[in-house]
Antibody
C-alpha cells in the first residue's frame, strides 16, 4: 500500500525558515513526481510546487506565491522528498500535504501543520 | 493562469438523493491526446484529500460506483447517484495543464447531509 508521511511542521516566526519532509513507502519512490499542496485555515487546497522524478531531470516548478522562497528536493536513496521554506510569511500558515502524481494526485500524506506567527 | 470555478459552494443533500457539482475552467483542458486533465477530490473532515476521478471520468481504485465524472473542454460535472452519510466533506476539482505546470483547484464544494 502506498503511503506518504510528512513531518517537520512547527511554529515559526515570520522571516524564518523551515524544512518539511515527506517519506514514501509501498511504491517505487524514484519514479514518482511529488507535489506539495497546502490548506490554509478556513481556505481551500492550493498547489505549492512539484518535483519530477530523477529520470525526468528532477525539475521543479512552483506556484507564484512561493516561487523564489520555497525549494523542493528529493533523496531517492531514502525515499524522501523535502520542502524547504524560507522567508516565511504569516500567509504561509497551513497544513502542508505531500502527494504523488503527474496529471492527478493519487496518494496523499496526512499533512503537517506550519504556523507562522510572531 | 487557468481559473477553476465550482458551483454550488454549499450542497445540502438528503441521504439517498442524487447530488451534482459543476466545475468550469477558464480555458479548455482538452489536450491533443484527447484527454481532459481534470480530476476530482474529496476532503473529508480530519482526513487527507482522496482522489475520486481522474482524466475527467475515470474512477480511482476503491471509489464507489455511485461517483461518476463527465464533461470535456471547459465544463465538467461530478455526480453522486445516491448520497450516503460518509460522503460528507469538501469536493474539489483540479486541472493539470501541461504548460506551464501550474495545478489549480476549484474553490471547493461543501456537501452536508440534511
Amino acid at each position: 500500500e502506498e503511503q506518504l508521511v510528512e513531518s517537520g511542521g512547527d511554529l515559526i516566526k515570520p522571516g524564518g525558515s523551515l524544512r518539511l519532509s515527506c517519506a514514501g513507502s509501498g511504491f517505487t519512490f524514484s519514479r514518482a513526481w511529488v507535489s506539495w499542496v497546502r490548506q490554509a485555515p478556513g481556505k481551500g487546497l492550493e498547489w505549492v510546487g512539484r518535483i519530477k522524478d530523477t529520470s525526468s531531470g528532477a525539475t521543479t516548478d512552483y506556484s507564484a506565491p512561493v516561487k523564489a522562497r520555497f525549494n523542493i528536493s528529493r533523496d531517492d536513496s531514502k525515499n524522501m522528498a523535502y520542502l524547504e521554506m524560507n522567508s516565511l510569511k504569516i500567509d504561509d500558515t497551513a497544513v502542508y500535504y505531500c502527494t504523488t502524481g503527474g496529471n492527478w494526485f493519487g496518494s496523499w500524506g496526512q499533512g503537517t501543520l506550519v504556523t507562522v506567527s510572531s | 493562469d487557468i481559473v477553476m470555478t465550482q458551483s454550488p459552494l454549499s450542497l445540502p443533500v438528503t441521504p439517498g438523493e442524487p447530488a451534482s457539482i459543476s466545475c468550469r475552467s477558464s480555458q479548455s483542458l482538452l489536450q491533443s491526446n484527447g484527454h481532459n486533465y481534470l480530476s476530482w477530490y474529496l476532503h473529508k473532515p480530519g482526513q487527507s484529500p482522496q482522489l475520486l476521478i481522474f482524466l475527467g471520468y475515470n474512477r480511482a481504485p476503491g471509489v464507489p460506483e455511485r461517483f461518476s465524472g463527465s464533461g470535456s473542454g471547459t465544463d465538467f460535472t461530478l455526480k453522486i447517484s445516491r448520497v450516503e452519510a460518509e460522503d460528507v466533506g469538501v469536493y474539489y476539482c483540479m486541472q493539470a495543464p501541461q504548460t506551464p505546470p501550474l495545478y489549480t483547484f476549484g474553490q471547493g464544494t461543501k456537501l452536508e447531509i440534511k
